[in-house]
């Protein structure tokens, strides 16, 4: 049964930084790819930043180039949240995929943490 488990989130001030962890149990797939998402209250759920196997590949969204960093290691991703602004105050969700493939699709992720709040106060 795949697991995953964040961690790290709390509140910062704007300007701030905070690293969310997220590590994942009960996978054997080496193809699989991860990945942070975001939801504020009253708004959808929006992707932030995804890696590839190896790291080779990242993806982020416009809103946080520049300022977050997505890596991992072995069955733990980060990401790193430099220069927060209030308006990067959500729920953060972890999520994995066995199939790249899907992700490079557009298609959801198959699985998800229950999320770690980040609140940014100005």
């Known amino acids: 049964q795949v697991q995953l488990v964040e961690s790290g989130g709390g509140s910062a001030q704007a300007g701030g930084s905070l690293r969310l962890s997220c590590t994942v149990s009960g996978v054997t797939s080496g193809s699989d790819c991860m990945g942070w998402l975001r939801q504020a209250p009253g708004k959808e759920r929006e992707a932030v930043a995804t890696?590839?196997?190896?790291?080779?590949r990242t993806y982020y969204a416009d809103f946080v180039k520049g300022r977050f960093t997505i890596s991992q290691e072995d069955n733990t991703v980060y990401l790193q949240l430099n220069n927060l602004k209030p308006e990067d105050t959500a729920m953060y969700y972890c999520a994995y995929d066995p199939s790249c493939a899907s992700v490079s699709a557009g298609l959801p992720f198959d699985h998800w943490g229950q999320g770690t709040q980040v609140t940014v106060s100005s």
């Open positions: 890696i590839w196997p190896g790291g080779g």
